[in-house]
């Protein structure tokens, strides 16, 4: 496979994953198990504990969470339950063995038992525990955005070419028939010649999501581990579980934490690193000091050829792509058309192979060591026009981008500030 994944090659690879799923639980039946560590157990790492329960060759023997027990951003014994202990006591249920439980990821990547490192903490703890994981032999299963940072993203993925190491991106819509279906339109020309792309995603927070009073720390949990190589800043319920990405010392707010999904699809039709321009426009901030990641926004995105694209939550959410003979839309559930005779032609996918679980083709690729559907490099790409357009809101121009050399051309200070690290003392991510 060439390092940038072509449209075309996307859709053979697609069209051949159902086949490989069969194959491959059929020549590894009679084999041990992948032993797969879980760091991060919240709502999302429950969602990927379920997902790798479900799949026969994986055996979950270790877990890792800072807090032992929570409802997220519910008030306390109000819904479901998360943390470390009932994602313990589920795995117990479902295997019938106890898992190692630990607050410090550390302690995983030092297991020799242990094959695959799933990380689903949140943004800012993504590239330490990943790059550690690699380092220590593992291959990885990250949730994205790939990394919290650009410069993070850069140095995840030559770990991962330096360990010859499998890494799949939690960008699950690439493992979904219908953006197949979606990419397979284009791919076959069927909107003529390709003019304009929306990428619409979810608006940020506008106000408070809970409560913003400065608390004492919730009993068990180890507040400064959470904050980790961030900012420790003071504690509220309002930028803690779920709302922590509306800040941008643990993430990129709602922009990106949706830019490497839709995105990722748009860009991917384009078979292309990246834009060559990036502007961002009308950024709009919430009033609220707790919150400083946008609440509304739009990012101008220029192509090579032409194409121009908009990711916006101006932009209805989805994908939708114009071009001089139509336009094809695409979100999860839903596929349209301005030609609703293109859409009779679509072959129904059906049976097992309708869809392809993510996890599955994850641990199909550990076994063969090829790329999986969703590399980090491809995701590190997909939301690096986030990254740009931060850079642009804050210094108000246009960025010129070389996607080859990843550099912001004739432009230090913007160059510069994309590439920035800080991290809190005691933490390192180089060396």
Known sequence: MTHTTTRRHFLQQVAALSASVALTRTAFAANDKIQVGIVGLGSRGFNLLDAFLAQPDAQIVALCDVHPLHHRDQPWGKGRQFGLTPAAEQVKKATGTDPFVTPNYEDLCARDDLDVLVVATPDHWHALCTISALKAGKDVYCEKPVTHLFREGQLVIEEIAKQKAVFQTGSQQRSDPLFHQALGLIEAGRVGKLQRIEVGLPGGYPEPQGDTAITDIPYGLDYDRWCGPAPKLPYMR?????????????????????????????????GTKGPRRVTAVGWEFPETPVYNTPRDYTIACEYEGGVTSTI???????????????????????????????????EKPSGPEATIPHARNFLDCVKSRETCIAPAHEAHRSITPGHLGYVSSKLQRPLNWDAEQELIVDDKEADALLKAVAYREGYALEG
């Open 238 to 270: 309002a930028r803690h579980h779920r709302w922590w990405r509306g800040h941008t010392a643990y993430g990129g707010g709602v922009l990106m934490d949706w830019i490497g999904h839709h995105n990722d699809i748009a860009q991917l039709s384009l």
């Open 312 to 346: 916006s939550n101006a932009n209805t959410q989805g994908v939708k792509w114009f071009g001089d003979e139509g336009w094809v839309y695409v979100r999860r559930g839903k596929l349209d058309a301005s030609n609703a005779d293109w859409l009779k032609e679509l």
